[in-house]
């Protein structure tokens, strides 16, 4: 085992430029002072992944997945991830809502990507692009190509959702880098790093049940499931 995370696992191969992650099926949230889990977590997640990174690779995202090995693991490329969480958002709410005292659902005439330092010590904490830079966490055409791919990945995922009933409300992405330097998306895209909303109803789709106690955790990601790989 190379790492282990709140809600994955990473191991080295015999192949030293992959790697395995195993999706779990522990949910954490407010910087893991809330804790649970639930059957089926870690293989909806991992399904979830494995269904949108290949399509984002034929839209023009590289990605690092190789493949699905099993219902909870799948193959990546090894990466050395950049220390910098990535969110993108469409809609307020979360801790934008919260900081600039913005009501959740206002829609954002423009989308706004925000940076943030991924340390579970510190809890995420905002930065800018200067601060990734001059600390040396990724160069200049790095953090503009992470830019680039952020809005690249907006402007496939956003319509994806609309065309299966569900509002894209904002959501997180890492990045990693090659030996090579080239930048590529790591990581998931799943209802833990994702708000959703059904379209019709508004109701929340994604880890913010398990934040907020709402209930229906489970059915509301076996039903993210389905939307996602649905035909349209
Ligand atoms: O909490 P906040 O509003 O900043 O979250 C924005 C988006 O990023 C949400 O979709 C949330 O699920 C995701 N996120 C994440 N991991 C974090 C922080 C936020 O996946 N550490």
Redesign the pocket.
Same mark, same amino acid.
């Given at each position: 085992m190379k790492y282990e995370g709140k809600a994955k696992r990473v191991y080295a191969t015999a192949e030293p430029g992959e790697y395995i992650v195993e999706y779990k099926d522990d949910a954490t949230a407010f910087?893991a002072q809330k804790r649970g889990s639930w059957v089926g977590k870690g293989a909806t997640n991992n399904a979830i992944t494995a269904h949108l990174y290949p399509q984002l690779e034929a839209a023009g995202v590289p990605t690092h997945f190789v493949r699905r090995l099993s219902d909870t693991e799948q193959l990546v490329k090894a990466v050395t991830i950049v220390p910098v969480?990535v969110?993108v +958002?469409n809609v307020a709410?979360? =801790? /934008? =809502? &919260?900081r600039l005292g913005i009501e959740e659902g206002t829609p954002l005439t423009h989308p706004v990507v925000?940076y943030?330092y &991924?340390s579970d010590a510190l809890g995420?904490p905002l930065i800018n692009t200067d601060t990734a830079l001059s600390l040396g966490w990724a160069t200049e055409p790095q953090l503009l190509r992470i830019r680039e791919l952020a809005l690249k990945i907006r402007g496939f995922l956003t319509p994806y959702f609309e065309q299966r009933g569900v509002r894209l409300? #904002? /959501? &997180?992405l890492e990045f990693g880098t090659l030996p090579d330097g080239t930048v590529v998306l790591a990581d998931e895209i799943s209802p #833990?790093?994702? +708000?959703f909303w059904d379209a019709q109803t508004n109701e929340k789709m994604? &880890?913010?049940r398990f934040r907020r106690d709402l209930g229906g955790i489970e059915d509301a990601y076996a039903e993210m499931l389905r939307r996602v790989t649905t035909e349209v």
């Amino acid at each position: 085992m190379k790492y282990e995370g709140k809600a994955k696992r990473v191991y080295a191969t015999a192949e030293p430029g992959e790697y395995i992650v195993e999706y779990k099926d522990d949910a954490t949230a407010f910087n893991a002072q809330k804790r649970g889990s639930w059957v089926g977590k870690g293989a909806t997640n991992n399904a979830i992944t494995a269904h949108l990174y290949p399509q984002l690779e034929a839209a023009g995202v590289p990605t690092h997945f190789v493949r699905r090995l099993s219902d909870t693991e799948q193959l990546v490329k090894a990466v050395t991830i950049v220390p910098v969480e990535v969110i993108v +958002r469409n809609v307020a709410a979360g =801790s /934008f =809502s &919260k900081r600039l005292g913005i009501e959740e659902g206002t829609p954002l005439t423009h989308p706004v990507v925000e940076y943030c330092y &991924k340390s579970d010590a510190l809890g995420d904490p905002l930065i800018n692009t200067d601060t990734a830079l001059s600390l040396g966490w990724a160069t200049e055409p790095q953090l503009l190509r992470i830019r680039e791919l952020a809005l690249k990945i907006r402007g496939f995922l956003t319509p994806y959702f609309e065309q299966r009933g569900v509002r894209l409300i #904002d /959501f &997180k992405l890492e990045f990693g880098t090659l030996p090579d330097g080239t930048v590529v998306l790591a990581d998931e895209i799943s209802p #833990d790093t994702c +708000r959703f909303w059904d379209a019709q109803t508004n109701e929340k789709m994604d &880890k913010d049940r398990f934040r907020r106690d709402l209930g229906g955790i489970e059915d509301a990601y076996a039903e993210m499931l389905r939307r996602v790989t649905t035909e349209v």
